[in-house]
C-alpha cells in the first residue's frame, strides 16, 4: 500500500492542524512545521511547542507518526538540534532544504541550500552521524534553486550523505507555488539514485494523484495545500487505492471540523490566534467550494474572537 504524508507546511500544519487532519483517516505520516536553528541548541521547551506530539511517542492522538523538521545552513547546530529531538522521543528528523519565502532564503536557510550541493551533503551527513542508525534522518528539497537540472546533483548529494529518504518539490525556488509541478523529473532521478523518494506537489484531487503516480512510479507521496482545500483528500486516496467508493469532496463534511479547530486553536494559543487560523483555513476551503466562499466573504472582516466564533457556528452547526 502507498504511503501518503502530510506536508509541513509552515504557518499552516501546526499541532491543531496535524491532530485535526489525522483524525479524519488516510495520513500515514506528518512532519512537523521547520524549526528554525541558527548557531545555538534550542532548549527543550521549544520542542515541545513545535511539537506537543513528543509527549505522546511522537505520534498525534490518532496514533500517526510524527517526524520533527529543522532548517537552518549550519551543520553542527543542526546535529546538535537533532540530538535533542531525538533525545526527546523524536521518530525522525527531517531536514528542510525547500521553503521559498524570501526572509527564509535570505538568512541562509531553506532553498537557498540547493545552491551548493557540497553543503546539502555536509548538513545531511553531519546530522546522520550525529544520531542513532535507527532514527530515519531525511530531506525535503526542490528541483533546485533556479535550474530543475540540479536536481538529480542534488539529490546523489543526499543520497550519499545517507539519507534515509528525500521527499521532492517538483519545483524550483523560482517556481514558487505557480502551476504546474514537473513530476517528470523524478523518474530521471530514479535512473541516477537509489534513494526512495516522496513525490510532492500539485496533487488537489484523486485524479491528480492517479496521473502523480502514472508519472513517477513512486511509492509514496507528500500533500500539502491539497489538503486545506479537501480535508479528505487521504482518505479518498485510501479508498480509491482500495477500489473502494470514494466519499463526496462537500461542504457539509468539512464544515463540521470549523468550530472545533477554532476551539482548539484557542486552547493551544489563545482566541485571537484561533479566529486567524481558522479564516486561513476557511479561505483554503473557499478555493473549491462555492459555499465555503459565501462564508468566508461574510466573516472575514470579523475580528472580535466572540463575534467570529458566533458567526462561525451559525453557518457550520
Known amino acids: 500500500m502507498k504511503k501518503l504524508f502530510l506536508a509541513p507546511m509552515e504557518g499552516v500544519v501546526d499541532w491543531v492542524m496535524r491532530d485535526t487532519l489525522t483524525s479524519l483517516g488516510g495520513i500515514d505520516q506528518c512532519v512537523t512545521e521547520f524549526l528554525r536553528v541558527t548557531d545555538r541548541l534550542?532548549?527543550?521547551?521549544?520542542?515541545?511547542?513545535?511539537?506537543?506530539?513528543?509527549?505522546?511517542?511522537?505520534?498525534?492522538?490518532?496514533?500517526?507518526?510524527?517526524?520533527?523538521?529543522?532548517?537552518g545552513?549550519?551543520?553542527?547546530p543542526l546535529a546538535m538540534n537533532a540530538q535533542r529531538a531525538v533525545k526527546l522521543g523524536a521518530l525522525g528528523v527531517d531536514?528542510?532544504?525547500?521553503?521559498?519565502?524570501?526572509?527564509?532564503?535570505?538568512?541562509?536557510?531553506g532553498a537557498s541550500l540547493l545552491k551548493s550541493?557540497?553543503?546539502?551533503?555536509?548538513?545531511?551527513?553531519?546530522?546522520?552521524?550525529?544520531?542513532?542508525?535507527?532514527?530515519?534522518?531525511?530531506?525535503?528539497?526542490?528541483?533546485?534553486?533556479?535550474?530543475?537540472?540540479?536536481?538529480?546533483?542534488?539529490?546523489?548529494?543526499?543520497?550519499?550523505?545517507?539519507?534515509?529518504?528525500?521527499t521532492i518539490h517538483c519545483r524550483t525556488k523560482t517556481d514558487g507555488y505557480k502551476p504546474p509541478a514537473y513530476w517528470e523529473w523524478i523518474p530521471k532521478i530514479k535512473e541516477k539514485t537509489t534513494l526512495k523518494i516522496i513525490a510532492n506537489g500539485e496533487i488537489w484531487n484523486v485524479s491528480d494523484f492517479n496521473r502523480c503516480v502514472e508519472v513517477t512510479q513512486c511509492d509514496d507521496y507528500m500533500i500539502g495545500r491539497g489538503v486545506m482545500s479537501n480535508p479528505f483528500i487521504f482518505k479518498q486516496i485510501k479508498q480509491s487505492l482500495a477500489q473502494e467508493p470514494v466519499m463526496e469532496t462537500s461542504w457539509e463534511n468539512a464544515k463540521p471540523l470549523l468550530p472545533q479547530f477554532f476551539e482548539a486553536s484557542t486552547?493551544?494559543?489563545?482566541?485571537y490566534f484561533a479566529v486567524s487560523r481558522t479564516k486561513q483555513w476557511l479561505k483554503a476551503l473557499s478555493l473549491k467550494n462555492q459555499e465555503a466562499k459565501a462564508v468566508f466573504d461574510e466573516i472575514k472582516v470579523l475580528k472580535k474572537p466572540a463575534e467570529f466564533q458566533a458567526q462561525l457556528l451559525k453557518h457550520t452547526t
Open 73 to 76: 545552513g549550519q551543520a553542527e
Open 95 to 109: 531536514l528542510n532544504f525547500g521553503c521559498p519565502a524570501k526572509t527564509v532564503n535570505r538568512h541562509d536557510g
Open 267 to 271: 486552547a493551544h494559543i489563545n482566541d
Open 117 to 166: 550541493c557540497d553543503r546539502v551533503f555536509t548538513i545531511v551527513d553531519t546530522v546522520r552521524k550525529a544520531v542513532p542508525a535507527n532514527v530515519p534522518v531525511t530531506a525535503k528539497i526542490r528541483l533546485g534553486f533556479d535550474d530543475p537540472t540540479k536536481c538529480i546533483d542534488i539529490a546523489q548529494a543526499v543520497q550519499e550523505a545517507n539519507a534515509d529518504w528525500i
Open 42 to 71: 534550542h532548549p527543550e521547551s521549544v520542542f515541545f511547542k513545535n511539537c506537543p506530539e513528543l509527549k505522546t511517542g511522537s505520534r498525534t492522538r490518532w496514533g500517526t507518526p510524527v517526524f520533527v523538521q529543522l532548517l
